[in-house]
């Protein structure tokens, strides 16, 4: 009933900048938290960063000042711009969100399918 379809990652130098974008999709009533997990080979998934339905934020001290999360709650979708990027930024990067669908009005968490963002020279 509800889908999440990231976009935006890709290859990139040391420096540079890329923007995730995440849109929602489906019979949705309303979107609480929306959030950005990565998740680099070997570890485990971390929060990037988040933000509620009222646009308060918060991210992961490795990315403070150099990412900023937001949100157009019009089109259902969050974005991660990335600047500065630094190789050990590299990892596939999953959406998140917490949903309520017009079928139950449960918040329920949804995942993206997951999109690789790759930082070398």
């Known amino acids: 009933q509800v889908q999440l379809v990231e976009s935006g990652g890709g290859l990139v130098q040391p420096g540079g900048s890329l923007r995730l974008s995440c849109a929602a999709s489906?019979?949705?009533?309303?979107?609480?938290?929306m959030a950005w997990y990565r998740q680099a080979p070997g570890k485990e998934r971390e929060l990037v960063a988040y933000?509620?339905?009222?646009?308060?934020?918060d991210y992961t001290d490795s990315v403070k000042g150099r990412f900023t999360i937001s949100r157009d709650n019009a089109k259902n979708t969050v974005y991660l711009q990335m600047n500065s990027l630094k190789p050990e930024d590299t990892a596939v990067y999953y959406c998140?969100?917490?949903?309520?669908?017009?079928?139950?009005?449960?918040?329920?968490?949804?995942w993206g399918q997951g999109t690789q963002v790759t930082v070398s020279s």
């Open positions: 489906g019979t949705i009533f309303h979107i609480d938290i």
């Open positions: 933000i509620d339905s009222e646009g308060s934020s």
């Open positions: 998140n969100a917490n949903v309520a669908a017009y079928s139950d009005y449960r918040l329920l968490y949804y």
